[in-house]
């Protein structure tokens, strides 16, 4: 654990064992008349891999941004870090509050959002600089040491146009990291990426895995995301259908919803 | 025709274009951020003035100004009435351009900058404008040279620039084939100069397209 990208202060793992690092109540989200997200609840605890699965357009994404509040959830409540962050629709924090939190929970996006107009390395060292106030030369030490741990050292100066998916994606990765974030939110990481570069991307996410990362996981990728996970969530049409460890919702599912869902991928080859 | 006199009247011109260009490109900014501001009764206020402005001929607002000016016991002269009035005019183009150029940022790289926890300043200081700036420079081409020519309508009120240098030798008995001609040639190599600064300027190759 020396070696790990992320460490973990004691004091803060002894707070994290107490109190869930995200729990969600209730969530719904509409948007105009349509109601995507129709009541969701789970939590996550310290140290945890949750993943959720499910079909295309059922609210995956729009889940995952309701934690850090990129989507306004419409009611229920959100608390993520020890902090209640929304509820029935009213954003409790500050401007401030909120772009702290933010550099907490850090987030990965499937269509990597990488910086175009900056290096690897400057998209890395940008928040330090920015938000955590760090200095140019200890932001450029962290991002260079996180590079290098994704793969990337190399790479460091080049721009995104330059880079292959999988590169640009764990730029994204160390970019996210290099706030030293408390709990991580994927959002389908590796589908935009070709299948054999997806490999990379993977092994970054298994050794944060491996080193108690907290994460959050949307993925189509069943098999790799129930190897991964501590948790699943089958989500369809806005509501949570099936939740538990890879085994029972992969392993066993228990509803008919499920079963079709993991059939079709089946077929899918997936 | 004399030499000092043609070089002289494209001297009028070519500072009416540096003055209109600096102070039309600034002037547009607040318009720009109004027109985009959050409280809808700014943004409304900013979006009748581009309409309006954009409405109406330049020709047109160069005699409200120029007359509204005089009306008012005010005699600036004409080239300053001119300016004025290209500037004004103009930043409700550039207004236009500055918005489209930050509505063509990918909202994918706004979000990752907002996730990062990065203050509303510093993504747009850090991120949204760098990004809208490559797309503004290139359409802005088109209002730099939009902005050559308009000079010319200045004539019409006074102002000594290379059109009323070719009217006034017309008018004298001059060959109007050969001055024109010859003033064509001038607003030619204008338009052709700031063309060349704009597409150097365009780093076409990182303008954002979306992953
Ligand atoms: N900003 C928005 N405005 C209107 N509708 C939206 C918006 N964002 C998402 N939706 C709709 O909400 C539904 C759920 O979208 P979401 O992106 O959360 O699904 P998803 O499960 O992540 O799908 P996918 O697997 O394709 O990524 C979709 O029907 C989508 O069209
Ligand atoms: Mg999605």
């Not at chain 1, 793992?13 to 995200?22: A, G, H, N, S, V």
Request: charged share 20%; with cysteine.
């Amino acid at each position: 654990m020396v070696d790990s990208i992320v460490s973990v202060p004691p004091e803060l793992k002894e707070k994290q064992l107490r109190e869930p690092t995200i729990v969600v109540e209730g969530l719904t989200k509409r948007f105009g008349d349509t109601e995507v997200l129709k009541g969701i609840s789970f939590d996550v605890k310290p140290g945890e891999v949750l993943s959720i699965i499910g079909p295309s357009g059922t609210g995956k994404s729009t889940v995952i941004r309701c934690l850090n509040l990129l989507e306004t959830p419409t009611s229920g409540t959100v608390s993520i870090l020890g902090q209640q962050v929304s509820t029935d629709g009213r954003t409790l924090l500050s401007q401030r509050q909120l772009e702290k939190l933010r550099s907490r929970a850090g987030m990965v996006f499937q269509t990597f959002n990488v910086f175009p107009h900056l290096t690897a390395l400057e998209n890395v060292t940008l928040a330090q600089q920015h938000v955590l106030g760090r200095s140019k030369s200890e932001a450029r030490t962290r991002a260079m040491s996180l590079l290098e741990r994704v793969g990337l050292g190399e790479r460091a100066n080049f721009k995104p146009n330059q880079l292959s998916g999988g590169q640009k994606q764990r730029v994204a990765i160390a970019r996210a990291l290099a706030l030293d974030p408390e709990v991580l939110l994927l959002d389908e990481p590796t589908s935009a990426i070709d299948p054999e570069l997806r490999v990379e991307v993977r092994a970054v996410i298994d050794e944060l895995a491996a080193s108690g990362m907290t994460m959050v996981l949307v993925t189509h990728e069943v098999r790799y995301a129930a190897r991964l996970s501590d948790r699943m969530l089958f989500l369809s049409d806005g509501v949570v259908v099936e939740s538990g460890t890879p085994d029972q919702v992969v392993g066993e599912p228990q509803q008919e919803r499920t079963r079709r869902f993991l059939h079709a991928l089946e077929d899918d080859g997936v | 025709m004399s030499l000092i006199g043609l070089l002289s009247a494209f001297f009028v011109t070519l500072q009416m274009v540096v003055i209109v260009l600096i102070g039309a490109s600034l002037l547009g900014i607040p318009v720009a951020w109004a027109r985009m501001a959050r409280f809808k009764v700014i943004q409304f206020i900013a979006a009748a003035f581009i309409g309006i402005i954009r409405g109406i001929p330049t020709l047109a607002w160069l005699f409200i100004v120029f007359f509204s000016v005089t009306i008012a016991g005010w005699t600036p002269g004409a080239l300053f009435s001119a300016i004025i009035t290209l500037v004004v005019v103009n930043s409700a183009y550039f207004a236009e351009n500055y918005r489209a150029g930050f509505e063509a940022v990918p909202s994918g790289y706004k979000e990752a900058s907002a996730a990062l926890g990065l203050s509303g300043w510093d993504r747009t200081r850090l991120v949204t404008a760098p990004l809208a700036l490559k797309v503004i420079v290139g359409s802005s081409s088109s209002i730099a040279i939009q902005i050559v020519k308009e000079t010319s309508v200045a004539s019409l009120i006074g102002a000594q620039e290379l059109t009323y240098y070719a009217n006034a030798h017309v008018a004298a008995g001059g060959n109007g084939m050969f001055y024109f001609s010859v003033i064509g040639v001038f607003y030619l190599a204008l338009s052709l100069v700031l063309g060349i600064f704009a597409r150097r300027n365009t780093n076409t190759e990182s303008t954002p397209a979306t992953i």
